[in-house]
């Protein structure tokens, strides 16, 4: 665990390298959501950097995909022949919003190409358009410090997930929020509010 | 189950929608085919209108909101987001847009204004806004009316980058400025540029507006896309640009690629080549002082 007492390697001299793909969407909020989440854990020695190379990805210990377009941003993952070093990637992905519908491996729409990371059907634009879009108050499954405030903007929701994924939270219209291993995917934005136990969560993950 | 309590249409709603669109590229399109093309080749979102801006130039008259009809064959079209355009300080033209589902509505210089002293008052309503601006005055009076994104005026219509550039520096340049100035100066600067002063000490905490600010009014190639996103644009509004130019589909690729790689010469100048002409340009200097969009509103 990546914790204030420090037992993890991000809380030595060895930190953690996050990348925060930079092809277009929310980029610069995770990239200081990250940051805030590392100064909180003491991580000092890690490094959070924009991904806009293929090439950048193997040396990372996690990659997040940002809110943004999908059809957009699965469009110049091609473009720059990021996708194969994406597949490979070893490490922990965080997906959100658009990011999670590019991690599933089915987005129901066949203008976005899904990574196939995280066994999982979603449905774009679940719950209609801008109007639509909500915030609420979340529970999720092993985070404390009570509900998460969650930002849902024309957010993609989960319809189906293989055994292997850990469902930890829905509400009445399905699952928001999912893990895999190494890998999150939420609905909604942490990114966007000052709340960063969900990056804080995530860096646990990698950082064990 | 209980159902959870969901808010919507909130400040943070709005801005964290235009946030999405960051790095991308919104086009103008008149029908269903051109949105097709704009989603396919990677626009962020689509901007429906019933002619584009250099087609209300040569129509002259009073331009207004387009035909709901053609915006929702629009919105039944693509999965990106649709936005539409209202004149300055119409509400119901902008009621009537919210009553139909758009994501954003622009509240633009490019359609007659019908109100010459107010714009809307944007948060009454649940859609969120987009407002050009010239300065940061302007900007941050559109902000305080509740505008969740800005774009510069430019001058949209022409094909020709040089307003976009004078706008966006022009808030770029005053935002830098702030920076060693002390609460009363930036009070005093405040008056000046008749913006509220909290908004203007915001700017000076965050070193950037508030809000998303994009570039828009006369961008039509690649080179002037990466180079508004150089000057400091969270991405750009092509108008004309791309359904005017001579092979529309290539271009709207190059100036999505151009944006993704802004700081990468050789990869614009990759998506530079081939394209053909690109759409005919104006003098700016030669429009009539009734021709001239940039000055509605303020």
């Given at each position: 665990?990546?914790t204030r007492?420090?037992?993890?390697?991000?809380?030595?001299?060895?930190?953690?390298?996050?990348?925060v793909?930079a092809?277009?969407?929310?980029?610069?909020?995770?990239?200081?959501?990250?940051?805030?989440?590392l100064?909180?854990?003491?991580c000092?020695?890690?490094?959070?950097?924009?991904?806009?190379?293929?090439?950048?990805?193997?040396?990372l210990?996690?990659?997040?995909?940002?809110?943004?377009?999908?059809t957009?941003?699965?469009?110049?993952?091609?473009k720059n022949?990021?996708?194969k070093?994406?597949?490979?990637?070893?490490?922990?992905?965080?997906?959100?919003c658009a990011?999670?519908v590019?991690v599933?491996?089915d987005s129901?729409?066949?203008k976005?190409?899904p990574?196939g990371?995280?066994?999982?059907?979603?449905?774009?634009?679940?719950?209609?358009?801008?109007r639509?879009?909500?915030?609420?108050?979340?529970k999720i499954?092993?985070?404390?410090?009570?509900?998460f405030?969650?930002i849902?903007?024309?957010?993609?929701?989960v319809?189906?997930?293989?055994?292997?994924?850990r469902?930890?939270?829905?509400?009445?219209q399905?699952i928001?929020?999912?893990?895999?291993?190494k890998?999150?995917a939420?609905?909604?934005h942490p990114?966007?509010g000052?709340?960063?136990?969900?990056h804080?969560?995530?860096?646990?993950?990698?950082?064990n | 189950?209980?159902l959870?309590?969901?808010?919507?249409?909130?400040?943070?709603?709005?801005r964290?929608?235009?946030?999405?669109q960051?790095?991308?590229?919104?086009?103008?399109?008149?029908n269903?085919?051109?949105?097709?093309?704009?989603?396919?080749?990677?626009?962020?979102?689509v901007?429906a209108?019933?002619?584009?801006?250099a087609?209300?130039?040569?129509?002259?008259?009073?331009a207004?909101?387009?035909?709901p009809?053609i915006?929702?064959?629009i919105?039944?079209?693509v999965?990106?987001p649709?936005?539409?355009k209202?004149?300055?300080?119409?509400?119901?033209?902008?009621?009537?847009?919210?009553?139909?589902?758009?994501d954003?509505?622009?509240?633009s210089?490019?359609?007659?204004?019908?109100d010459?002293?107010?714009?809307?008052e944007?948060?009454?309503?649940?859609?969120?806004?987009?407002c050009g601006?010239?300065?940061?005055?302007?900007?941050?009076?559109?902000?305080n009316?509740?505008?969740?994104m800005?774009r510069?005026k430019?001058?949209?219509?022409?094909?020709?980058?040089?307003?976009a550039?004078r706008?966006?520096?022009?808030?770029?340049?005053?935002?830098?400025a702030?920076?060693g100035?002390?609460?009363?100066?930036?009070a005093d600067?405040?008056?000046?540029?008749?913006a509220?002063?909290?908004?203007?000490y915001?700017c000076?905490?965050?070193?950037r507006?508030?809000?998303?600010?994009?570039?828009?009014?006369?961008i039509?190639?690649?080179?002037d896309a990466?180079?508004?996103?150089?000057?400091?644009?969270?991405?750009v509004?092509?108008?004309?640009g791309?359904?005017?130019?001579?092979?529309?589909e290539?271009?709207?690729?190059?100036?999505?690629?151009?944006?993704q790689?802004?700081?990468?010469p050789?990869?614009i100048?990759?998506a530079s080549?081939g394209?053909?002409?690109?759409?005919p340009?104006?003098?700016?200097?030669t429009?009539?002082?009734?021709?001239?969009?940039?000055?509605?509103?303020?």
């Amino acid at each position: 665990m990546c914790t204030r007492s420090g037992k993890t390697r991000c809380s030595g001299s060895v930190g953690v390298r996050i990348g925060v793909l930079a092809v277009q969407g929310n980029v610069s909020e995770h990239v200081h959501a990250f940051r805030g989440a590392l100064g909180h854990m003491g991580c000092v020695a890690s490094e959070v950097l924009q991904v806009r190379d293929a090439g950048t990805i193997p040396t990372l210990d996690g990659l997040a995909i940002p809110g943004g377009e999908s059809t957009t941003i699965s469009r110049l993952i091609d473009k720059n022949c990021m996708r194969k070093a994406i597949e490979d990637f070893e490490g922990g992905i965080f997906a959100t919003c658009a990011g999670m519908v590019l991690v599933s491996s089915d987005s129901g729409d066949p203008k976005v190409e899904p990574l196939g990371i995280i066994g999982m059907s979603v449905d774009r634009n679940a719950f209609g358009r801008q109007r639509e879009s909500f915030e609420t108050e979340l529970k999720i499954e092993g985070l404390t410090g009570g509900d998460f405030h969650a930002i849902f903007i024309r957010a993609p929701i989960v319809t189906r997930v293989d055994a292997s994924v850990r469902v930890i939270s829905r509400i009445s219209q399905g699952i928001v929020a999912v893990e895999k291993g190494k890998h999150m995917a939420l609905s909604f934005h942490p990114e966007l509010g000052n709340d960063t136990r969900l990056h804080e969560r995530f860096l646990e993950k990698i950082g064990n | 189950m209980k159902l959870e309590e969901l808010r919507f249409g909130t400040e943070l709603l709005k801005r964290g929608f235009a946030s999405m669109q960051k790095g991308g590229v919104i086009m103008d399109v008149v029908n269903a085919d051109q949105a097709r093309i704009a989603e396919e080749a990677g626009a962020v979102a689509v901007m429906a209108l019933e002619r584009v801006p250099a087609d209300i130039r040569k129509a002259g008259g009073v331009a207004r909101m387009a035909d709901p009809g053609i915006i929702v064959e629009i919105m039944e079209t693509v999965s990106i987001p649709v936005m539409g355009k209202v004149r300055i300080g119409h509400f119901v033209e902008a009621q009537v847009l919210e009553s139909i589902g758009v994501d954003m509505i622009d509240e633009s210089e490019v359609l007659t204004p019908a109100d010459e002293q107010y714009h809307i008052e944007k948060t009454k309503f649940t859609v969120p806004f987009v407002c050009g601006a010239r300065d940061l005055g302007e900007a941050l009076r559109r902000i305080n009316e509740g505008a969740a994104m800005v774009r510069t005026k430019g001058e949209a219509g022409t094909g020709n980058v040089v307003e976009a550039v004078r706008h966006m520096r022009a808030i770029m340049g005053t935002i830098r400025a702030l920076k060693g100035k002390d609460r009363q100066e930036m009070a005093d600067l405040a008056r000046e540029i008749e913006a509220p002063a909290e908004l203007v000490y915001e700017c000076a905490r965050m070193g950037r507006l508030p809000v998303v600010n994009f570039s828009a009014g006369g961008i039509a190639t690649p080179s002037d896309a990466a180079m508004m996103m150089q000057l400091g644009a969270d991405g750009v509004f092509v108008g004309s640009g791309i359904f005017k130019s001579s092979q529309p589909e290539r271009m709207a690729r190059a100036i999505v690629d151009a944006v993704q790689n802004f700081e990468d010469p050789a990869a614009i100048a990759a998506a530079s080549r081939g394209l053909g002409e690109a759409m005919p340009g104006l003098d700016v200097h030669t429009l009539r002082e009734d021709e001239v969009l940039r000055f509605r509103g303020r």
